[in-house]
């Protein structure tokens, strides 16, 4: 009764598009979560016709290539990863690993991973930020696909620029040499699930997947929320 209350004195907002979310709703309300831009591309696998499995033929050798969403501009998505990654909002990051990796298992690819690894922050934007947004996402999808979560087998060595407006060829030579495997023996010899929360060239999870597989992973497959 008292939430309730609290409810109808404070509604929670849909984080998607404002408006109070009904009874029942966790975060994103019935009407968004419909429209949304689901991108389906676990139902092709690591073949052809998953155009994100593309991104990293003859760069880094990627098993499986998912993303939950399509980025749209000025959209919903935009509006969901804002949130995440600026106000704070913890709880939808895991919220929509939970509802992403619940739809993996459906298909099964939750046999085909051994551990969930997040792309890391640095650490001086790590004590700004309060938090790593890519490593909500990834709690939620090991919670969901009973894996575990390594939050620190990867680290950022240091700081780089941000990647906006930066086009493939820098967006790669900003991290190239940036990421490290702090804790090998959390990789070697397993399948790597390895998660961000926004994928545009790839150049991120590129480096990432190729310092997971020099320090010994057997295999990695990448995941994020949403694919530009």
């Known amino acids: ?18 408006d109070g979310l009904a009874r029942g709703e966790k975060y994103i309300c019935t009407s968004c979560s419909v429209k949304l831009p689901y991108t389906n591309f676990h139902a092709h696998g690591d073949t ?14 990627v098993q499986f290539a998912f993303s939950y969403l399509h980025f749209v501009p000025k ?6 990863l804002h949130q995440l990654k600026y106000k704070g909002a913890q709880e939808l990051g895991e919220h929509l690993g ?15 991973f051994e551990v969930v690894v997040p792309v890391p ?8 930020r309060g938090y790593n947004q890519a490593a909500c996402f990834a709690r939620g999808l090991g919670a969901s696909m009973n894996l575990p979560c390594r939050e620190h087998a990867l680290t950022r060595t240091m700081a780089t620029d941000t990647q906006t407006r930066k086009n493939r060829l820098d967006r790669w030579q900003n991290v190239e040499h940036v990421f490290a495997v702090a804790k090998p023996e959390l990789v070697q010899g397993k399948h790597v699930l390895l998660v961000d929360d926004v994928v545009t060239t790839g150049a991120t999870l590129e480096a990432c997947a190729r310092a997971l597989l020099a ?5 990695v497959s990448v995941a994020a929320i949403a694919a530009a």
């Open 48 to 61: 052809e016709l998953n155009p994100l499995q593309r991104r990293f033929w003859g760069k880094v050798p």
């Open 215 to 219: 320090a010994g992973a057997a295999e």
């Open 1 to 18: 009764m008292f939430k309730d209350l609290l409810n109808l004195l404070f509604p929670e907002s849909c984080y998607a598009c404002t």
């Open 98 to 112: 939970q509802r992403y990796g619940s739809l993996l298992s459906e298909h099964k690819y939750n046999e085909q």
């Open 75 to 80: 959209g919903r998505v935009q509006r969901l």
């Open 121 to 128: 922050l640095h650490e001086n934007k790590l004590r700004r």
